[in-house]
C-alpha cells in the first residue's frame, strides 16, 4: 500500500504530554479549585493523575479526554454543574495560554516532519484540545505549515474515537481513507482510526500510553515520530 496522508494526535505525539500539560493542569486545578489545594489534588488523582508516578494514565479523563469533558467533571466536583460553558470556556483559556507557554516538542518534531512533507506526505492533525489550542501551542515551533487540515474537538467533525476527523482530513485532502497513517499515543487515537478505515494506524510512546497499552490495537507501536519516515 502505498500511503499519502498522515493524520497526528497532537499531545503526546508531536508534544511530549507531561513536560508540556503537567504544569498546564495543576495551574488550572488549583483555580477551579478556588486555591483549596486538596479538592485540586482530587480533581488531578480522580481522573488521571498518579502523582506516586509523576504522569497521566494512558485513556484517563486527563489524558484523553477533550476540554468540554474536563470541565464538564471538573464542574460537577466543584458544585457547579450549572456553570459548564463558562468553565469550559476559562479551561480553554488556561490551555490556550499556559499550553503554549509550557509546550514541549518530541524530539525531531521539525525535522520529522519535514522530511514526511519533503516526500509528498499530506499532514494533519487531530486532537481532543480545540483548533485554537492546535495554533497556540504549534506555532512556536515554526512547523504549522507544514500542515494541510487542523481539526479540535469543537472543529465540527466530532470527537475520537468517532471517525470523523480521519474522513474530514480525507475530503480536504482528496485522499482515500486506505491511504492515510494515523498517529497517536492513546488508544482513542488507534481506535479512530480503526473506526474510520485507515490504512495504517501508529502508536507512539511519548504520551501517557505504555506499549502494552497500545500493541494489541495497533499495527506498530513506535518510540517516537522520529521512526516515522523509515516505516511509511
Known sequence: MKYRGILFDKDGTLLDFNRTWLPVYLYAALEFAEGDTRLADRLLREHGYAAEQDRFIGGSLLAAGNNRQIAEAWASQTGRPGQVDALSQRLNEIFHDHGARHATAVEGLASTLGQLKGAGYRLGVATADSHQGIVK????????????????????????????????????????????????????????????????CVGVLTGTSTRDDLEDIADIVLDDIGALPGIV
Open 137 to 200: 501551542t504549534l506555532e512556536s515551533f515554526d512547523v504549522l505549515r507544514q500542515f494541510d487540515f487542523l481539526a479540535g474537538y469543537d472543529s465540527g467533525h466530532g470527537v475520537k474515537p468517532e471517525p470523523g476527523m480521519v474522513l474530514a482530513f480525507c475530503e480536504q485532502t482528496a485522499l482515500g481513507v486506505d491511504a492515510v497513517v494515523v498517529v497517536g499515543d492513546n488508544r482513542h487515537d488507534i481506535e479512530m482510526g480503526r473506526n474510520a478505515g485507515a490504512g495504517l
